[in-house]
Each structure stands twice: as structure tokens, then as C-alpha cells.
T-cell receptor, first 113, second 116 residues
Framework: QKEVEQNSGPLSVPEGAIASLNCTYS??????FFWYRQYSGKSPELIMF????GDKEDGRFTAQLNKASQYVSLLIRDSQPSDSATYLC?????????????FGQGTILTVHP | GAVVSQHPSWVICKSGTSVKIECRSL??????MFWYRQFPKQSLMLMAT?????????EQGVEKDKFLINHASLTLSTLTVTSAHPEDSSFYIC????????????FGPGTRLTVT
């Protein structure tokens, strides 16, 4: 079982809709979680991080963390074609030094006009 | 956000030669940097953790004698791919660890290595 798993894609939503990206993790010791966006041929770009249960909002993005269910999600409101990319969920493994991340396999999001 | 640069952005080399990739944190000091490799349509694979002033910690299965890492200052880490082979062709990405509250990683733009 992979430590961080993302819902299989690709995910396609119409422009203006809400895109929902999901991630589960197996390590209960994981403390912090990160969402990165990666455009084709480019390196990942940090969107948000979350370490407390509940919601965290930043502009059109909302990250949700539920430690009891070991579940992390990212909602993108008013999706735009420019949001089309691969979204990577990552967590910090428990018991290791700060900063080391375990990545999920990524979910490809396509926002069509 | 924090800025991390990498040089070169792409490189082509012949089999058997060595290639050095530089990773710099431009506006913050990074005691810890990470090196990743990414093959097409795959996620990032952590190769090693680079700590300033100490030896790098390599992930299982990564040959430390082939992928030499040096973190000589708080803003610079280098990865040298020695005796490169075609199977080493990949997208190499570094990241620098922010000392902010979230301990978030900021990625460099990546280096595309092609070994012929």
C-alpha cells in the first residue's frame, strides 16, 4: 500500500466549476500536508499546506484535513483553464526529520472552457 | 514565496561523462535541500536529503557513489551524476526547505538531463 494515495484521474471539470482533489495517507504519524501544482515539463509549485484538522482557505483554494479519517482534499473554486495541471499531494512521514515529503502519484486536472 | 534556482535547466551529455547540477536558494538560507528525480508521467522520487556541512542521506536504492551531493553553503547544493548512462536521463529537481512554520519545500525549476 502506498503511503500517500490520490484519487485516480484524470479529472475533467468545466470552467467555473469546483474541482475536488482527494488524497488519503496511511501513516498516522504524518503531521503536515502539502498540495503542489505541476504543469507539464515544469517543477512543482506550492499551493497550500495544512497541518490542523479542518479547512484552510487561500483565494480560490481550500485545503481540508481530517486526521481521524486520514484524508486530505483540495477544492478549487471557479476553476479556470489555467488550473489544468497535475496536482500532487504530499505528507511529512511521521518519525522523520522535518521537511521530508512523501508524494502521491498525482491527479491530472483538465478544466475545459 | 521563496525562490530556488537550478543550473543548468537542461543538459545533454555523452555516456560515461559526469554532469554537475547546481541548486541555489536565492532569498533565504536553506540548511536542508532535497534532490528528486522524475521520469515521464511519474511522480517525484526522492533521491537524497542534503544538509549543509554534513553528508547527504540517500534513499534506499540510490547509489551514493553515482550521485554525489555536496551542500557546501546555506544557499548552494550540488548534484553530480558520475559516469552517466542513458538510463540516468531524467528530470532532476531540487527543493529547499524553508525554516518557516510550515517547513514547506520550495522547488527549483528542474534540470532535464539527456544522456546519449
Amino acid at each position: 500500500q502506498k503511503e500517500v494515495e490520490q484519487n485516480s484521474g484524470p479529472l475533467s471539470v468545466p470552467e467555473g466549476a469546483i474541482a475536488s482533489l482527494n488524497c488519503t495517507y496511511s501513516d498516522r504519524g504524518s503531521q503536515s500536508f502539502f498540495w503542489y501544482r505541476q504543469y507539464s515539463g515544469k517543477s512543482p509549485e506550492l499551493i497550500m499546506f495544512i497541518y490542523s484538522n479542518g479547512d484552510k482557505e487561500d483565494g480560490r483554494f481550500t485545503a481540508q484535513l481530517n486526521k481521524a479519517s486520514q484524508y486530505v482534499s483540495l477544492l478549487i473554486r471557479d476553476s479556470q483553464p489555467s488550473d489544468s495541471a497535475t496536482y500532487l499531494c504530499a505528507g511529512t512521514p511521521g518519525g522523520t526529520s522535518y521537511g521530508k515529503l512523501t508524494f502521491g502519484q498525482g491527479t491530472i486536472l483538465t478544466v475545459h472552457p | 514565496g521563496a525562490v530556488v534556482s537550478q543550473h543548468p535547466s537542461w543538459v545533454i551529455c555523452k555516456s560515461g561523462t559526469s554532469v554537475k547540477i547546481e541548486c541555489r536558494s536565492l532569498d533565504f538560507q536553506a540548511t536542508t535541500m532535497f534532490w528528486y528525480r522524475q521520469f515521464p508521467k511519474q511522480s517525484l522520487m526522492l533521491m537524497a536529503t542534503s544538509n549543509e556541512g554534513s553528508k547527504a542521506t540517500y534513499e534506499q536504492g540510490v547509489e551514493k557513489d553515482k550521485f554525489l551531493i555536496n551542500h557546501a553553503s546555506l544557499t548552494l547544493s550540488t548534484l553530480t551524476v558520475t559516469s552517466a548512462h542513458p538510463e540516468d536521463s531524467s528530470f532532476y529537481i531540487c527543493s529547499a526547505l524553508s525554516q518557516g512554520y510550515g517547513y514547506e519545500q520550495y522547488f527549483g525549476p528542474g534540470t532535464r538531463l539527456t544522456v546519449t
